[in-house]
């Protein structure tokens, strides 16, 4: 990556302007990136910032919900479709440029992949646009991770860490920290979140291998009594995460953080109120209607979302009720589906002392439309086409949940679109037949960042997905 980096005119220090922020993990990276710059967005030029501390921050993220253009962030709003191929094609110029002076091909050779390609741009844009602090994602893991040239980040967070990627990165959570300690630097503060013992050793281990040491971020239960933009109990590690992490950085921008036994400034607690990460604990709502939508694609994570559906879930009195009408509306091509949904099953079946959780289910593939097909932005492009195409995963699904419960009404449908309309259906149906306590159909939406970035392309797009 650092030849790359290059390629295009940027030494690996020459990142240190951005006064970066560092954050790998596996569960909540994305969130405490977000809880981050919401904080960070409060110092910005405003009328309550006369004298702002910052003028323009960067986040990168992955991977993107709707639009390629999210990733790259500047002030917490994407990119215009004018700056995004502005930059795309400035890198890609460097780049055919690098190779003819070389007398090399300027063919597909010449560039990197998807990943590399897209960080490079993010990295050549922050430059491009004077950006004074950067929050940089990484993709996986974190000491081969491209994100990784960054010489002197401010400070580097760890999140939550737990089993994923295990071709890259290794079935043991000890291998995975390691991997995920490798964006620590020299002299740089970093800080985690409580951890399982061998992978806190691990932690320690190369916090001290790199001259630098790792503190553990205990959550703050006092944030408990701010309503978080992202509401789920689970966030408060990430909230927590986060204050410490922009506490730090400030003090590194040469401006005196709050102290640990002071109330945390208007900024911080405005910034954790309003931060704003669609698909992750979001809940919208129709006529009828409930959408609990979460991104939630590992053990951990789909088991941390059904927990939070069944917080959000009316009262208590009556969500065990045969009365409820509860909808599960799932996929995920790639990873072990089974598990995953019989993880779903039971964190809910213990939440709601109901072994029938869901009254009914859909399984859909990550295609968008019916008739249109993958919106360009969603294609994965490591779905296998016969098997989409096929509904392979979604009929096992459908045969898996069966077996788990055979009460459940199950669907299954080959795109999003049909999924929303079929769900809208059984929503349309009921309406008026339920009483105003069980807060009309309620429905969880999650598996696959791809499923919840193609459902909000669905709902965005005003279709209902009901053909005659």
Known sequence: MVEWCRKIGYEPSDFDRLRPIHIAGTKGKGSTSAFISSILAQYLPSPSQSIPRLHRIGL?????????????????????????????????????????????????????????????????????????????????????????VLVTPSVTGITRLGIDHVVMLGNTIEEIAWHKAGIMKPGVPAFTVPQAAPAHEVLEQRAASKSTTVRTVHTDLSLSNIPLGLAADFQLSNASLAVQIVSTHLLALGHPPPLPTSPLPAEFIRGLREVRWPGRCEIRRERNLSWHIDSG????????????????????ALVSSRRCTRV????????????????????????????RPFSHAVF??????????????????????????????????????????????????????????????IAGELDGKMSNESGGVQVLVTGSVHLVGGFLEVLESGVDGEKD
């Open 60 to 148: 990168y993220t992955s991977p993107h919900l709707r639009y390629v253009r999210e990733r790259i962030q500047i002030n917490n709003q994407p990119l215009s479709e004018e700056s995004f191929a502005k930059y795309f094609f400035e890198v890609w110029d460097r780049l055919e440029d690098a190779a003819r002076a070389k007398g090399l091909p300027t063919d597909t050779s010449a560039k990197p992949m998807y990943f590399r390609y897209l960080t490079l741009m993010a990295y050549h844009t922050y430059m491009s646009e004077g950006i004074d602090t950067a929050i940089i994602e990484c993709g996986v893991g974190g000491e081969y991770d491209c994100t990784n």
């Open 297 to 316: 694609h590992t053990l951990e994570s789909i088991q941390a979302a059904a927990t939070w559906f069944a917080s959000q879930l009316p009262d208590p």
């Open 328 to 355: 599960l509306f799932f996929n995920q091509q790639t990873r072990d589906a089974d598990a995953l949904a019989r993880a779903l099953h039971r964190t809910l079946a213990e939440a709601l002392h109901d072994d």
């Open 364 to 425: 859909c593939s990550n295609v968008t439309f019916q008739e249109t097909g993958f919106r360009p932005d969603l294609v994965s492009i490591n779905a296998d086409l016969q098997a989409v195409g096929d509904l392979v995963v979604q009929k096992r699904l459908a045969e898996t949940w069966r077996g788990i419960d055979a009460t459940t009404e199950i669907k299954v449908v080959r795109s999003i679109e049909e999924a929303v309309g079929w769900v809208r259906a």
